[in-house]
């Protein structure tokens, strides 16, 4: 796997690259709240020969820069994505997209269809249905956790997402990968500014029926945070969308099961694009 950070309106970006470059388009990664590119490593060692993989860290997360004020939505970082891929010269990709980084990848399908040719959502948020637990959190939040030692803010996302493991010890060392950049100051302003755009504005008015892309639903039957319902509707809105249900699979699907995750987007990257 090859490290590095790109500079982009201002801000750095980390991705790393991992795969071969083969007759495939390439495969990029998109991770949701609150995690990181350490999301994806068990899925992008098992993924198929012959796909160039690009891991990214979103804005704000992982070792990427903190946001600073920049745009946190769904469609600015649709646009970032947009703006890695051209910097990197990759015309088309596969998208893969866990949690927000699923509704990511959605507005990307919707708003860019030249660049998409296959579709993967993960344990997706979508439309208006997005986790209560998180606007229930910011709203309680944002108005005192300003006052609120940035380790406590923290601790307390780790326990909330806790839940969201199937593998507990698992979930602990990977919540401390994640949460580590959210336990200072400036890590904490930037811990609020992703609560605050836990908004489904974007999403609910996204026309999925337009989407071109090949694209498959694979989510965890024990998502504690979305639900499996919502899968089925994300799978009934998108043309010829596949749902697979990984029935002992919680909400960190790619941690829980990455072999699960990796053949389904194989499987997905076998089918020829339209």
Not at 212 to 238: C, E, K, M, S
Request: glycine share 10%; with cysteine; aromatic share 8%.
């Amino acid at each position: 796997m090859r490290g590095e950070f790109l500079d982009l309106a201002g801000h750095r970006l980390y991705y790393y690259a991992a795969g071969t470059r083969g007759a495939g388009d390439p495969v990029l990664f998109l991770h949701g709240f609150p995690t990181s590119s350490y999301l994806w490593n068990g899925v992008v060692r098992l993924m198929p020969d012959g796909y160039r993989l690009i891991v990214l860290d979103q804005l704000g997360y992982g070792r990427s820069d903190r946001p600073e004020g920049a745009a946190l939505t769904v469609s600015a970082h649709g646009e970032r994505a947009l703006a890695v891929l051209d910097t990197l010269q990759v015309p088309k990709v596969c998208l893969v997209g866990h949690d927000f980084g699923g509704a990511v990848a959605q507005w990307m399908a919707v708003h860019a269809p030249d660049r998409v040719t296959h579709l993967a959502l993960v344990n997706s948020v979508g439309f208006d249905a997005w986790p209560r637990w998180r606007i229930r959190v910011a709203r309680a939040l944002l108005a005192v956790a300003r006052h609120c030692p940035a380790p406590l803010l923290a601790g307390e996302a780790h326990a909330s997402l806790l839940r969201g493991f199937t593998d507990r010890d698992e979930g602990r060392h990977a919540l401390d990968q994640f949460l580590r950049p959210f336990v200072s100051a400036t890590g904490r302003g930037a811990l609020l500014a992703h609560l605050a755009a836990q908004r489904s504005d974007e999403t609910a008015q996204l026309f999925l029926s337009s989407v071109r892309a090949l694209t498959a639903i694979v989510h965890g039957a024990r998502d504690p945070f979305v639900p499996v319902a919502l899968a089925r509707r994300l799978q009934a809105a998108i043309p010829q969308a596949t749902l697979e249900v990984a029935a002992d699979g919680s909400h960190f699907l790619p941690l829980d099961a990455p072999d699960r995750v990796a053949a389904a987007v194989g499987e997905l990257l076998g089918r020829p694009s339209r």
